[in-house]
């Protein structure tokens, strides 16, 4: 399909079936960002309370299982709880089909972002992993407008859009047939010989020996740890554990689920009817979708530190002027003028525009591919289970925030921005084109800060080796 590519001694090219592999895959994405739209995002705070923890017994399976069956379970309980929730003729089936949608959930968003993390070769991973994120994007635009087209639909239009929540989780459950095994947690689980085909396979070139001789000795040091989660309480665990959780963290605390889950309570506040509410949704959930490809050409060209900066600073000014405009003119009405309202528009699609293109997809990226193999599905875990708790508390507190605080909220939201931005600056190493088995010696144990926190790790030598060959 393409010609061969070298970053150091990995070989690689991009073949058909890999594609297939990356695109199938990233369906958990559009499954997630389905849920969250579906209903303005009561549907997601429901499945968040209930999902919080998932990704833990998620992590166990990815280990022992593999990430393939983990993807399969996700789509197979998300399926049953969609077609039950539309269903649904007593309360007990309503709260049965979310707990169901929400073990999808937790395990979909535990092992989709390792699979694409793991599979994707070094030079494109940033951009096969935000895969995952630009289907979310789809799935919350798709629920905008099954949303928009259901409301007219008296009196089971709520049982339509519920129920459509069954098509992207079939797309998942087919593709979790068709989709291959990691290499990775294939040789982690002893199985050499398929792990080194496997690797050929999703490579498209027979000249693996440098990357596979990477993974063995990741593996190698995996299967010394007998208790991941002990593990990643250790000194030198800290600082892939707190960047993943704070990536998590400050995704949500970026104020963009507030926005996307209040969208039509937010133009409807600003002067726009019902139906153009609605329609603004749609028109916010594009510039998502598109921005979203911004961030698929740039990561592995630009790095993830500059795209995560300059969205700092773009939503920086996006949140305090849309705060100051509504504490000046923000009249007893309720309401603006036409001119105003516009401009409020403008700035919640530049605000979600380098949301898009930066925390939404890093938030997800960074964690599935920093930490090392023997604490990556514990670590990714933990990470996701932030996402989730946090998202759950957002979207509960927020209408009570709005209300008290009101135009000063998103001075709130801009506040925390500073704070991530520092965060970057600061903590944050890059890993463009860092192999994902390499990170603890070309990352951790070269960056300034959590250098100091690396001296009790103790990997294997030959990771180092081969590491260090790139």
């Given at each position: 399909m393409t010609k061969i590519e070298k970053v150091g001694s990995f070989e690689s090219?991009?073949?058909?079936?890999?594609?297939?592999?990356?695109?199938?895959?990233?369906?958990?994405?559009?499954?997630?960002?389905?849920?969250?739209?579906?209903?303005?995002?009561?549907?997601?705070?429901?499945d968040s309370s209930s999902s919080s923890f998932r990704p833990f017994a998620a992590s166990k399976m990815c280990s022992k299982l593999g990430r393939k069956p983990t993807i399969f379970v996700a789509s197979a309980f998300f399926l049953c709880g969609s077609l039950l929730s539309a269903a649904a003729q007593r309360i007990w089936m309503i709260i049965l089909a979310r707990v169901l949608l929400g073990v999808g959930v937790g395990f979909g968003n535990e092992a989709v972002p390792l699979f694409l993390s793991e599979i994707a070769p070094v030079q494109h991973r940033g951009a096969v992993n935000i895969l995952f994120q630009l289907f979310i994007t789809i799935g919350i635009l798709f629920a905008n407008l099954v949303n928009y087209g259901a409301s007219k639909i008296h009196p089971w239009g709520w049982r339509l859009s519920l129920g459509l929540a069954s098509l992207p989780a079939a797309f998942l459950f087919v593709g979790s047939v068709v989709i291959i095994e990691t290499p990775a947690s294939l040789v982690e689980r002893n199985q050499e010989s398929q792990g080194l085909s496997t690797l050929k396979k999703i490579r498209g070139v027979e000249d693996v020996d440098a990357e596979f001789e990477q993974i063995k000795m990741a593996c190698e040091a995996a299967r010394e740890v007998k208790d991941p989660f002990k593990r990643l309480m250790k000194r030198s665990s800290m600082p892939p554990l707190i960047i993943g959780v704070m990536m998590q963290v400050f995704q949500q605390f970026t104020g963009i689920n507030a926005i996307m889950f209040y969208a039509p309570v937010l133009f409807q506040t600003v002067g726009f009817k019902n139906d153009a509410s609605l329609l603004s949704s749609v028109i916010t959930g594009l510039v998502n979708v598109f921005s979203t490809l911004v961030s698929i050409y740039g990561v592995d060209r630009v790095g993830r530190r500059k795209l995560l900066l300059q969205a700092c600073v773009q939503m920086f000014i996006s949140q305090t002027a849309i705060g100051a405009i509504l504490l000046v003119h923000l009249k007893g009405s309720n309401s603006l003028d036409e001119g105003l309202a516009g401009l409020v528009v403008v700035l919640v699609c530049l605000f979600v525009m380098s949301f898009a293109w930066s925390w939404g997809p890093l938030g997800w990226l960074i964690p599935s591919e920093t930490f090392p193999l023997e604490i990556r599905t514990s670590g990714f875990a933990c990470a996701v289970s932030s996402n989730m708790l946090f998202t759950f508390i957002i979207a509960q507190a927020f209408l009570s925030m709005m209300c008290h605080m009101r135009a000063f909220i998103f001075f709130f939201f801009a506040a925390w921005i500073v704070a991530m931005g520092l965060f970057v600056l600061f903590l944050l190493p890059e890993t463009k084109n860092v192999p994902i088995d390499a990170m603890v010696e070309r990352v951790w144990k070269q960056h300034p800060v959590w250098k100091r926190f690396m001296d009790d790790y103790d990997g294997k030598e030959g990771v180092k080796n081969v590491g260090m060959i790139i």
């Open positions: 090219k991009i073949t058909v079936y890999v594609v297939v592999c990356w695109v199938l895959a990233a369906c958990g994405g559009l499954m997630f960002g389905y849920d969250i739209g579906i209903s303005g995002g009561v549907t997601a705070m429901d």
